[in-house]
């Protein structure tokens, strides 16, 4: 920026020019010292450069063209004249150049004079007018600038004129005069105030041009209704006729900028105001943004409190402003010279600053200071010195200038960051090491250097919890006397600010124990005569660990970044320590189950393969006993799974009990238990350990308030008799507890080689079984039953058979069992229902007459959960009438869950099918739930029916039921009858049917579909 520059003083042109080169060097100053001279330089640049920002005028002829000034800066007072007139020169010659006077007048008058003038700006001399005067020639030149391109720019007017002929005139002639005038126009009131009812940016207004007659509301209105009520800054100016000046004088007072007269000649003149009060307008907008930025800038450099000083070298008189004597703490009273400031400079800083400063004196130079001063000669403070010199009176006499900043906040910040620094560099260190290490010993130590390193503290403390839980012991620490690492520092009760910290999970900060009254410090606190300190927690996944504490001897006031450095080393160390439980956890897990806290399959295979070495190089023997717990589901589904592991627990515990020291028991999953014993004489002598099992286990268990009664069945392998490597005599022993378990509960069994064989024939039918439904493979066998009335067939019941490829028909009783303990009897029951199903309904088509037929719905079908569904979709996609289908389920699975079987046979019930009792009498019926149930019909063991006619208590038995059950009004169906003594027998007491081989084999389809069609009939007399 290139700057005309009117100052007679040559000092203080100095001033400037020194000050604008420090805080501005873009800033080019060229200095006139007199009026005549400041005009001339004007009228050449006129010559040169024109009226416009861009033209540009006849360069002289030897083509020395000087830089084009940017703005002229000038002194109100001058000897030869006054800034004014230099002011007037480039207004009137319409100089593209903002002007700015220097003052060293604060009068309003004064200023508001200058600006009407055309003044740009003011600057009055006041002692801080050097710091802002950069900014405010730059604000004058930016202003200068924007609004000398609206001068160019088009203005846009808006008139309202009821007149169309009136209207008509004014944009022509307009646009003839003036042509960057935009008119747009209106013709009623209430048109203008709807026109601004929203702003819109793209459609403002610049002046507002109002026609005194107006349609409906006034112009007056439409004046009061814009300036006073909604407040627009818009010129408005009020277009009169002849005579009509009170109504001009109205409006002017109630905000109207101008008013023109229509007489001859008033649109010529029309431009011309139009122009002056947007001027106006622009200008008031102007003196009150730059009223606002003077306003800001002197409550900043207040707010900034910056301090103005001057220190004459020759007399060493000082003086201050009063931000001075702030700064430094000085009574305003204090006469400041050379000594006393010298008195306030901090002890460590003074000698450095009188060097700088002697060396400005010397070199006429600036510089820019910052040092300590002991702010009223008690605390230190950080300053910074912006100096400049000045020449005197004389040659010998030198002024230094200068602003003082107080940045201790600053300075305190930088600290706090260098310190935050070295802080982040610690943790990142740690956080490796910590990562690397694996000895958690090693690391105790390094924590409390790097606590007291970071926060520059001699005493630094680990309190680790201890085991119980009950004490925290001293395990690390830096700054103690010897013999405290390692004691028990407290108890986990006791009043101190560990337990504070750890019942608060927050950090605890103590400022000074001696005033302290939420707790007492701990013995070696008092013994090292601390003074304050702050406790945080050390915690990870597994809960508190311990605390780390960081103390001083002085009084200190700990920072939020202090407590969270000392928290983040915490934390660090709290991960060390859960990585190093998880790995010690992670390895127990591998060997041991986590519930029981017995071994588990992978050690217990280890120490069994070490102790079949032993065994080898010993000659001796080794017993394995494999246990499985009966009926243990049973406790998990009715009692939940919670009930069941603490179950497991109590039989861990009894298990152990059972065995030799030197002996192993471990969990192999679930509900299985193995047993290692070790150096047998006899292979016999595992029997007592099987014994001493299975009579630990006949004691109840006590669960929940309720005894619990629970068996094991047990297998049992001899090393080196039933195997040579560890997984082989486990698995032996494990096929000789299937074998125990077929034989009943609380049964123990030796390993025999042909079990291996059935295990594997077993699991050879169960893979052929999985493909066999697939394969369509299951076929349905029919046998008749019979009234023992009129000897015709009532019904039939289904009965499965497997048709193997290669091994011909499948006897039930090979795979029904197999089916049931892996599950497919599920989806094969859902097959046998749909094919009975479907079968009655062909029955139908063929026009035989349709009987019942049953089938048997296995314990595992009756625990379906969507067996309800499973029926009405099979119901509903045959058609067949629900009451020729009939279920039948046996007295033991019924009498499991009465109040469970009951609900389900309900639900059964109510799709209208048949529902009868199988085997009846073979279980433990309860009357009470016999008759709850919604049976149709009973039928009688074949166990009964066997020996009727023989064996009197049989007979007698079989007679009550049938009364049991024509009281209970359900039909009797004897199962199992083969001769016709039983027959008789039966038809004697009034059973209902019968089902067996007298009358009938179970028939395959093709038979039974004959046995209908020739209605065959039993004989019955």
Known sequence: MKILYLEDNAQDADLVRIELRKRAPDIQLEVVSTLTEALARLERFREIYGTSLEAVGVAPANGDV????????????????????????????????????????????TLVALLRAGADD????????????????????????????????TLRVLYVEPNAYDIDLTKRELASIAPHLHIESLQTAEQVLHRFAVPEPKLAIDVLLLDYRLPGASAIDVIKELCQVRGFDLPIILVTGQGDEEIARQSLKLGAADYVVKNSGYLQRLPTVIENVWLRAESNRRERVLLEERTRLALATGAAAI????????????????????????????????????????????????????RIVAEKGQEHLDFRILRAHETVRYLHVAQTVTWGTSDKELRVIGTNIDITERKQAELAIRQHARQQSLIAAFGQQALASTDLDELWNQVAAIASQGLNLDFCKILLITLDGRSFILKAGSGWQEGWIGRQICTIDENTQNRFALLSREPVIVEDFRTETRFTPSEILRTHDIRS?????????????????????????????????????????????????????LTYLAQFDPLTGLPNRSLFLDRLGQAMEQAQRNHGRIGVVFADLDRFKIVNDTMGHSTGDRLLVQVAQRLQQCVRSGDTVARLGGDEFAFILSSLAHAEDATL????????????????????????????????????????????????????????????????????????????????????????????????????????????????????????????????????????????????????????????????????VSVNLSARQFQQQDLDAVIEKTLRITGIDPRLLEFELTESVLMKEAETAANA???????????????????????????????????????FIRDVTTNPDDATIAVAMIKLAHSLGLRVVAEG???REQLNFLIHHGCDEMQGYYFSRPLPLE???????????????
Not at 72 to 81: I, S, Y
Not at 127 to 149: G, K
Not at 309 to 324: C, F, L, Q, S
Not at 1008 to 1021: F, G, P, T, Y
């Open 689 to 852: 350990v099987a014994e001493k099992v299975i009579a630990a286990l006949s004691q109840p268990f006590e669960l929940e308030g309720q005894e619990i009664y629970i068996s094991a069945s047990l297998g049992i392998s001899i090393y080196p008799g039933d195997g040579t490597d560890a997984d082989g005599l486990l698995r032996n022993a494990d096929t000789a507890m299937f074998q125990a378990k077929e034989q009943g509960p609380a049964i123990y069994q030796f390993y025999l080689p042909q079990m291996n064989e059935r295990a594997v024939a077993r699991l050879k039918l169960e893979t052929q079984l999985r493909g066999a439904l697939a394969r369509r493979e299951f076929v349905l066998h029919y046998q008749p039953k019979v009234s023992l009335v009129s000897g015709k067939i009532t019904g039939f019941e289904a009965l499965l058979r497997w048709w193997h490829p290669a091994l011909g028909l499948v006897p039930p009783f090979q795979f029904i069992s197999v089916l049931e303990d892996t599950g497919l009897i599920v989806s094969v029951g859902e097959w046998v229902v749909l094919t009975v199903c479907e079968q009655i309904g062909r029955w139908q088509d063929q026009g035989l007459v349709p009987h019942p």
């Open 66 to 109: 000087p830089a084009r000034y940017d703005l002229v800066l000038t002194d109100l007072n001058l000897p030869d004249g006054n800034g004014k007139t230099l002011l007037a020169q480039v207004r009137d010659q319409h100089l593209p150049l903002p002007v700015v006077v220097l003052t060293g007048s604060g009068s309003e008058e």
């Open 122 to 153: 003011y600057v009055i001399k006041r002692s801080d007018f050097l710091e802002t005067l950069a900014l405010v020639l730059r604000a004058a030149l930016d202003r200068f600038q924007t609004e000398t391109f609206r001068r160019a720019a």
């Open 977 to 979: 009858v083969e001769t």
């Open 533 to 585: 300190g702050v406790v945080v927690l050390i915690s990870g996944t597994d809960g508190p660990s311990g605390v780390l504490g960081a103390y001083s001897r002085d009084t200190l006031r700990f920072t939020p970044a202090s407590i969270s450095f000392l928290q983040s080393v915490a934390n660090v160390l709290a991960t060390a320590i859960n990585r190093k439980n998880a790995e010690e956890r």
């Open 1007 to 1021: 038979n039974a579909s004959q046995v209908l069609m020739e209605d065959r009939r039993l004989l019955i007399n």
């Open 905 to 943: 046979l309900q639900n059964l019930k109510a799709f209208g099918v048949q529902i009868s009792m199988d085997d009846f009498g073979t279980g433990y019926s309860s009357l009470a739930y016999l008759k709850r149930f919604p049976l149709d019909v009973l039928k009688i063991d074949r166990t």
């Open 307 to 358: 301090g103005i000083w001057e220190w004459n070298t020759a007399t060493g008189e000082i003086v201050w402003d009063d931000h001075m004597y702030e700064i430094y703490g000085v009574p305003r009273e204090c006469e400041m010279t050379y000594e006393v400031w010298k008195s306030y400079v901090h002890p460590d800083d003074l000698a450095e600053q009188e060097v700088k400063l002697r």
